[in-house]
């Protein structure tokens, strides 16, 4: 046996960080259900470092030194654990699977118990950045245990991408702590998208700009503390012609987000934890509203009326409400990155993990598609301990959203006129006067509920946890009992 590590699953992303392993002096056991794969990756790419090709499942783990370790990359679900089982019955007690897919942290406390029952290691190990990340240097959230973390800890510190001098990875916590990790990571994403989607039709049909003009505001926006890889991309997709019609390429896609379940569990999970994600939430039902064609034509078709979504700003005033938008979208992001952390830390809570927050926020620096500049800031505020309750109580995101509010709130008022949705923008600035609201409305919900159930009540002069019931007077009878 001369492999140090073995990849399962050769299809873009499994065949992508099989070459980023080999690239950094791992040799690499391969194999693929359909051998075709493997030779395909041996015929283009087999002179880029050491590759140990197998045509069986047996004939893989033999090729792997010990202990021996292997990154499964096949679809979530299903095909992963049909692997797991294959290799399993073929490994021995102290070897590590890895599942680099994108699985659910569910699934993973529950394969991780199953097959250490078995003597084996299992770790579920978020991978962030796509096929040019696997390649070239993704942002790893590996779960698993301490032991494991020993072996597979160079091994991923080798291939991970580098921010500001350190390796995008660390052992994010036991069991299914990483893939919990990469859930949020992707849940974030989904609403840094949404915000972004959200500025850029302010401009397009608010402020009747073209994608071209909206690509340079991008370009610009990516000169400040909005720097990311999101924001990047989004001004090459704007700029980005058809080759069939010459129009923006933009303007032939069809307006239907499309996605694979990360964001749904990320809130499903919140649900459960009773952490309130709404950034994260209205940006997952922003892509099911987009996605529901009947429901669009049928409103389409019933002439549902309002505003048509121009805003009356003169050409004076242009230059300002862009700007505008831009405090929005960085006081909004703001809020969900406060919101995700909280989810991770109600969920380490939950799931009995020991998270770092500051390190979490440092390994997102690079490699994955929520990399940005603020990270930066992002981790200090947790390192500091004072983003511990919220990264919104955080001296330099407190002052961010201060002195971008003023902004926040006429960007959401002004698209609530002009008939633009701007979920994500308006939730968002929900939040944040909920949170900083002294005397919430739930008092009245509580009235209410002990009325019509006798749900009881806490009293704001007993101690805490006290249950009062009021005898609501019926007409002509009078007062109260508790
Ligand atoms: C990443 C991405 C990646 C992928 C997701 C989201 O971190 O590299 O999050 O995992 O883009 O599958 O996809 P959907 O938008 O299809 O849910």
Redesign the pocket.
């Known amino acids: 046996a001369t492999a140090n590590i073995g990849v399962v699953g050769l299809a873009a992303m499994g065949s992508n960080l099989a070459r980023n392993l080999a690239h950094h002096g791992n040799t690499v056991a391969l194999f693929n259900r359909h051998y075709e794969r493997t030779e395909k990756l041996m015929d283009e790419h087999g002179d880029e470092g050491n590759f140990v090709p197998t045509e069986s499942i047996e004939q893989f783990v033999a090729a792997l030194k010990k202990p021996r370790t292997a990154i499964i990359m096949v679809k979530a679900g299903e095909p992963t654990d049909a692997t797991i089982n294959a290799l399993v019955d073929a490994m021995e007690p102290g070897d590590i699977i890895v599942d680099g897919g ?1 699985s659910y942290f569910k699934d993973t406390i529950r394969r991780e118990k199953a097959i250490r029952a078995r003597g084996l290691h299992y770790v579920g190990c978020g ?4 096929e040019e ?1 696997a390649l070239n240097g993704p942002s790893l959230m590996p779960g698993g245990t301490e032991e494991s973390w020993k072996t597979l800890g160079p091994i991923l510190k080798s291939i991970a991408a580098v921010a500001e001098g350190e390796p995008c990875v660390t052992h994010i916590g036991e069991n299914g702590a990483g893939h919990f990790v990469k859930m949020v ?2 849940g974030i ?2 609403s840094d998208m949404q915000l972004i989607a959200e500025s850029y039709d302010l401009m397009r049909r608010g402020l009747g700009m073209s994608t071209d003009q909206i690509g340079d505001v991008f370009d610009e926006w990516n000169k400040g503390e909005l720097n990311s890889y999101l924001i990047e991309i989004t001004s090459t997709v704007l700029h980005q012609k058809d080759a069939k019609t010459g129009k923006p390429l933009l303007d032939v896609i069809v307006d239907r987000a ?6 749904t569990w990320t809130v499903e999970t919140a649900l459960e934890l009773g952490t309130s994600v709404t950034g994260i939430g209205e940006a997952v039902f922003a892509r099911a509203l987009s996605s529901q064609p009947q429901l669009r034509a049928g409103a389409q078709k019933a002439g549902l009326t309002g505003p048509d979504g121009s805003l009356s700003i003169s050409d004076a005033d242009r230059a300002a409400f862009i700007e505008d938008i831009r405090h929005a979208l960085y006081a909004s992001k703001i809020v969900a990155y406060a919101q995700g952390f909280n989810e991770i830390s109600d969920g380490a809570k939950e799931y009995g993990w020991d998270i770092d927050m500051a390190a979490v926020a440092r390994i997102w620096r690079g490699g ?2 929520i990399r940005a500049q603020f990270l930066n800031v992002v981790s200090d505020a947790f390192q500091s301990g004072e983003a511990d309750v919220s990264l919104l109580f955080a001296p330099y995101f407190k002052k961010a959203v201060e002195q971008a509010q003023d902004s926040w709130r006429r960007v959401v008022a002004r698209a609530a006129e002009c008939g633009i949705p701007v979920p994500v923008f308006s939730s968002s600035l929900a939040y944040y006067d909920g949170l900083r609201s002294g005397r919430l409305p739930a008092a009245l919900i509580q009235g209410q509920r002990d009325l019509f159930g006798a749900h009881t009540y806490g009293r704001v002069d007993a101690p805490e946890g006290a249950a009062f019931h009021t005898l609501w007077a019926e007409p002509g009878r009078p007062e109260i009992e508790e």
């Open positions: 994108n991978v962030s950045g796509g990340g990571h992707n994403e989904y499309g996605m694979k379940g990360t964001g994955c598609i």
